[in-house]
């Protein structure tokens, strides 16, 4: 009886460590994140003062890919630019131009599917 639990806890704990490791990977393909400002040095930033310029910033490592990035406003509107092609390697921005104080969600799509999200606050 040791012996089966023994054994049921090991798969349990390999199931565990193969699918983290199967999410960090497939998070390695893109890059992206939100930062106060819009040229290539620009850092990433979880909070950036109402009159900073802002940007959403991704990068596909392993292909070309077509994707969606989607601000959602603390007012709760979403306002989405689609259809953003970006090549392999590349850094690309999209500016975000919102002066609103609070608490701004960025995500990021590609064939739909969510790829990533950030939240970063605007201060007044």
Known sequence: MKGIKALA???IVTGLLASALTASAG???FRHYVA?????NSKP???CPKRAKKGAFFKS???DVVYAVCVKFPSGKNLCAHAQKAEQGT????KITSTIVGVHVVSWYVKG??????VFRVTG
């Open 36 to 40: 106060c400002g819009i040229s290539q």
């Open 9 to 11: 806890a090991v798969l």
């Open 91 to 94: 850094l690309y921005v999209n």
């Open 61 to 63: 490592t392993q292909a």
């Open 45 to 47: 930033a979880h909070s």
């Open 27 to 29: 998070a390695a393909v």
């Open 113 to 118: 599917k969510k790829v990533g999200a950030n």
